[in-house]
């Protein structure tokens, strides 16, 4: 069984910084891509990043780029997202998802709440 | 940025057919997916590669594609359906991904 972890989430002042682990499990983790979507209070989903299986190559959503990286350590089975110059608008569940075969998440983590404000 | 766009809600009695629709520039190139969201829970896939059902998935959940437009169908609605629903795409390079704007099903 897919199982997949957040961990990290907190609450950070304005230009702040946070880094988010998702623990993986069930399944070859390296040889998937992986991904941050999150959430806004009371808002719909949005695609964060997304990371091949090997590693290399990350896309970013334009609101994050430049202040957001993604990577993975794939001897521990973990996705990690490095969050700097953190704004008020940054604040929401972050899910890790999976990948399937077609560019869709398949299985979802249960998310980590970050919160930035002073 | 691109963008698809859904229904804010859509309303309907138990045993009736809901249809959730997702327009998009890019949908006849690019897969679409369907995702069900219920209040403090994650999301669950239920509809890939336009019209593919997962295992998992009961029956009544069946998607279509047409030109810039997908649909999500739930036929035989039951109470558990009540749910937010996002479709779920990719820009027309492939590489960044885009949720839809969400709709809202209401079981009546």
């Known amino acids: 069984e897919v199982q997949l972890l957040e961990s990290g989430g907190d609450l950070v002042q304005p230009g702040g910084s946070l880094r988010l682990s998702c623990a993986a499990s069930g399944f070859t983790f390296s040889s998937y891509a992986m991904n941050w979507v999150r959430q806004a209070p009371g808002k719909g989903l949005e695609w964060v990043s997304s990371i091949p299986g090997s590693g290399g190559g990350a896309y970013f959503a334009d609101s994050v780029k430049g202040r957001f990286t993604i990577s993975r350590d794939n001897s521990k089975n973990t996705l990690y997202l490095q969050m700097n110059s953190l704004r008020a608008e940054d604040t929401a569940i972050y899910y890790c998802?999976?990948?399937?075969?077609?560019?869709?998440?398949?299985?979802w983590g249960q998310g980590t709440l970050v919160t930035v404000s002073s | 940025s691109y963008e698809l766009t859904q229904p804010p809600s859509v309303s309907v009695s138990p045993g009736q057919t809901a249809r959730i629709t997702c327009s998009g520039d890019a949908l006849p190139k690019q897969y679409a997916f369907w995702y069900q969201q219920k209040p403090g829970q994650a999301p669950v896939l239920v509809i890939y590669?336009?019209?593919e059902r997962p295992s998992w998935i009961p029956e009544r959940f069946s998607g279509s594609s047409s030109g810039t437009t997908v649909t999500l169908t739930i036929s035989g609605v039951q109470a558990e359906d009540e749910a937010d629903y996002y479709c779920q795409s990719a820009d027309s390079s492939g590489a960044r991904y885009v949720f839809g704007t969400g709709t809202k099903v209401t079981v009546l």
């Open positions: 998802a999976k990948s399937g075969s077609q560019g869709y998440f398949d299985s």
């Open positions: 590669k336009d019209s």
